[in-house]
């Protein structure tokens, strides 16, 4: 392979955060980087880091269609266009925008009903399909086994009762996919025993967290349902003594592939948070996620905006591959499977 191609398949294993609401936006942020092929974009409503807070990509349905229009046209490749769409505390496209209400993942745990999770999924799925994203971050795998957890504070965790989940979870999933929308699990290994919050600082459950939080992902990936994870940043030091799920080949490469048999993408947590941004250097971060075996790497770019995030990021790929610390095989392993996702919902 030349290096045009290797650039062209390393940009696919980027997802970056972006602000922009309208068309002429877009096609500057493209302009810019036109020579970084990007995989994917992700969607916020807010600009958090603005004071008060404005408006980040979404501010209504007609306005939110246009800008994936715009998206689409001017990228080199069809992208996944993203977006963290749980219902209740997380929910993006809110009903102050003009979309739907959307019931929290905890209140359908509470209703426990799933012909309401299915109809509030087909919505949500119908939703994101007609606006033109195709990738959301849900839904949440975490059990509620410490209700004062920072997940099940916001009321991001279904149940701590796993049939119940993986049975709820399975329709969520199936009715995005029949929508051609890919839904992410998170946070695996399962953080739903944490009681801190890994935006903030390292977040450790070594003592708390139980094997019960990976049955979920071992019954649905058996199903063949899921096709993609993120990860979590938590540290497990009986899984890893050193290094933090989304760095650990012991979690992802032996637990989640080999021993799991997970054949999908694996999509990093934002590796800007502070559970790893304060202990590891950007080059030390994408170096351990590859070697792990992260195919894509989900900076939100809104915690702290960079306009220059993804050259950063591009770059610093670029350099790993030519200074020989990442390989060509690793490279397009994960672009085989990034495409294969993109082909499954129709958009390579």
Avoid at 324 to 343: C, G, N, P, V
Wanted: hydrophobic share 35%.
């Amino acid at each position: 392979m030349n290096s045009n191609e290797i650039k062209s398949m390393i940009g696919q294993m980027i997802i970056i955060g972006i602000r922009a609401t309208n068309d002429s936006d877009v096609k500057t942020f493209f302009d810019r980087h036109n020579e970084i092929s990007v995989g994917g974009i992700i969607l916020y409503d807010q600009n958090v880091t603005t004071k008060p807070w404005s408006s980040h990509n979404i501010i209504n349905p007609e306005q939110l269609i246009e800008l994936n229009k715009s998206l689409q046209f001017y990228s080199k490749n069809p992208l996944f266009i993203g977006i963290d769409q749980e219902g209740g505390n997380v929910n993006r496209l809110n009903s102050s925008y003009g979309f739907p209400n959307f019931k929290s993942w905890g209140e359908l745990g509470r209703i426990n009903d799933l012909k309401i999770t299915m109809s509030q999924s087909s919505l949500m799925a119908e939703t994101l399909s007609k606006c033109g994203i195709n990738l959301n971050f849900a839904p949440v795998l975490d059990l509620k086994i410490n209700e004062n957890s920072f997940i099940a504070s916001e009321d991001r965790c279904f149940s701590d009762d796993v049939e119940e989940l993986i049975k709820h979870a399975g329709e969520f999933i199936d009715i995005h996919l029949k929508n051609n929308v890919i839904p992410v699990c998170k946070h695996f290994p399962g953080q739903g025993s944490a009681s801190g919050d890994s935006h903030e600082g390292l977040v450790d459950v070594t003592n708390t967290w139980q094997k019960s939080e990976i049955q979920p992902y071992k019954t649905l990936i058996n199903n063949d349902s899921i096709k993609a994870i993120m990860t979590s940043h938590l540290i497990h030091k009986k899984l890893d003594n050193d290094l933090p799920a989304t760095l650990s080949s012991r979690v992802l490469r032996d637990l989640l592939r080999s021993e799991m048999g997970f054949k999908g993408v694996i999509i990093s947590d934002d590796p800007s948070m502070g559970a790893i941004s304060k202990y590891y250097s950007l080059k030390e971060t994408l170096l351990l996620m590859i070697d792990a075996g992260v195919d894509m790497f989900c900076f939100g770019n809104n915690l702290h905006y960079d306009q220059n995030l993804l050259k950063k990021v591009f770059k610093i790929l670029v350099e790993l591959y030519e200074e020989k610390k990442i390989s060509e095989d690793q490279i397009h392993t994960s672009y085989k499977r990034i495409m294969a996702l993109k082909e499954s919902i129709g958009i390579n």
